[in-house]
C-alpha cells in the first residue's frame, strides 16, 4: 500500500514570497491533516478535511494560509506572503475516518526555509 | 481544552537496556486514545503503539509497551532491549487528530 506522499521535500524561499506545498493522501481515506512544525516542537494542526470539506481550520493564519481538497483526494496549502516565522516542516497526514478514530498516517513533510 | 506534555527534552539509553519515556495529558473526557509516534531524521511520522482509553489492559508491541494510568492521567512508553535504531524523536499525542505533545529525543548508546 502506497504511503502519504508529500512534494516538494524542501523548499527554500524569500520572505514575501508564496509557496505551495502538495499531498496525495492514502487511496481511500477520507481524512486528510495539515500540520507545522517548528524545529524542536511537536506538530500542530494547521487544517483538517473530511473528503473535501472543511473540518477544523481554527489553528490556519487565514490571512496568509490557504488549503483546498478539491476533488477530496489531492491537497495543497499554500503560504502568501510567506514569513520568516514561516520556517518549519509541513507534515501532510490522511486517515480513513476520524470520526472512527483511526491511526492517522503521515508523509515525509516538506522542510520550508524563508530568508 | 486538552493538553499533552512530555517533561523530558532528552533522554539517552544504553543499547539492550529498557528505557521509559513519560507523557501526562489533561481532559475532560471519558473515552479517548492516546498514542506514542516515532520521528527518525527522515521526518516521518511512524506510529509506535497506541492505548484506547475503556481498556485497562497496557497495550504492547514487541519490545514496546506503556503504562496507563487514567486517573492519574499519565501514558508512559517503555522500550526494552533498546536498538541503535530506536534513536529518534518520541511524541506523544491524544485522540485522533492527533494533538502532539513536545517530543523526547531518545539516544540509543552504543
Known amino acids: 500500500e502506497a504511503g502519504v506522499a508529500q512534494s516538494p521535500r524542501y523548499k527554500i524561499i524569500e520572505k514575501r514570497q508564496s509557496v505551495a506545498f502538495w499531498c496525495n493522501p492514502i487511496s481511500g481515506h477520507a481524512t486528510l491533516y495539515w500540520y507545522q512544525q517548528i524545529l524542536g516542537q511537536g506538530p500542530k494542526l494547521l487544517i483538517q478535511f473530511q473528503n473535501n470539506g472543511v473540518v477544523d481550520d481554527s489553528q490556519l493564519p487565514k490571512d496568509r494560509f490557504s488549503a483546498e481538497r478539491l476533488k477530496g483526494v489531492d491537497s495543497t496549502l499554500k503560504i502568501q506572503p510567506a514569513k520568516l516565522e514561516d520556517s518549519a516542516v509541513y507534515l501532510c497526514?490522511?486517515?480513513?475516518?476520524?470520526?472512527?478514530?483511526?491511526?492517522?498516517?503521515f508523509g515525509q513533510g516538506t522542510r520550508l526555509t524563508v530568508v | 481544552a486538552q493538553t499533552v506534555t512530555q517533561s523530558q527534552p532528552e533522554m539517552s539509553v544504553q543499547e539492550a537496556e529498557t528505557v521509559t519515556l513519560s507523557c501526562t495529558y489533561d481532559?475532560?473526557?471519558?473515552?479517548?486514545?492516546l498514542f506514542w509516534y516515532k520521528q527518525p531524521p527522515s521526518r516521518q511520522m511512524i506510529l509506535v503503539i497506541r492505548q484506547e482509553a475503556y481498556k485497562q489492559q497496557n497495550a504492547t508491541e514487541n519490545r514496546f509497551s506503556v503504562n496507563f494510568q487514567k486517573a492519574a492521567k499519565s501514558f508512559s512508553l517503555k522500550i526494552s532491549d533498546s536498538q541503535l535504531g530506536d534513536a529518534a524523536m518520541y511524541f506523544c499525542a491524544y485522540n485522533v487528530p492527533p494533538l502532539f505533545g513536545s517530543g523526547t529525543q531518545l539516544t540509543v548508546l552504543p
Open positions: 481532559t475532560s473526557e471519558s473515552d479517548y486514545y
Open positions: 497526514a490522511s486517515s480513513l475516518d476520524w470520526q472512527m478514530n483511526t491511526e492517522a498516517f
